[in-house]
């Protein structure tokens, strides 16, 4: 998801809160519409408008949870992890340093061969955590 998509759910989810604070102070006029729009007398008695504030309290809590278990789910997901460009429409492969080439790749295990670096044979070891997709360059 975009950034831009990010930040219009959170701006949205902060209006549906302000609605639910909103709606829970003025429940007593919306049933004076309600009843005025029907033409009969709606009763709001103690316990309805204590359930439904109930309800409203519960709909706004969730909805902080939920703006806050995103919130830091999304930084415990991404712990660690060096993005490369925010486009990745044509992929996100990058040319590798030389420590990590001799980090990963080996000059003297059995593997696939890649090519030569410095008059040396490089390999993709066999029991490599990485997959086996290669790019051949002539």
């Keep these: 998801m975009s950034m831009i998509k990010k930040i219009c759910f959170y701006i949205f989810l902060f209006f549906c809160l302000i609605l639910n604070i909103v709606i829970d102070y003025n429940i007593k006029n919306y049933f004076l519409v309600l009843s ?36 830091f789910k999304k930084q415990e997901v991404n712990k660690g992890i060096n993005f490369k460009s925010e486009d990745g429409t044509h ?8 420590d990590e080439m001799t980090s990963v790749l080996s000059f003297d295990k059995p593997g696939i061969i890649l090519g030569k670096y410095n008059n040396k044979i490089v390999r993709l070891p066999f029991d490599s955590y990485f997959n086996k997709n290669i790019c051949v360059f002539r």
């Design 91 to 98: 992929g996100t492969a990058n040319w590798m340093s030389e």
């Design 36 to 71: 005025e729009c029907f033409g009969k007398s709606i009763v709001l008695n103690g316990n309805l408008y204590t359930l439904i504030c109930v309800i409203f309290a519960l709909i706004s809590i969730l909805i902080v949870l939920d703006i806050l278990l995103v919130f």
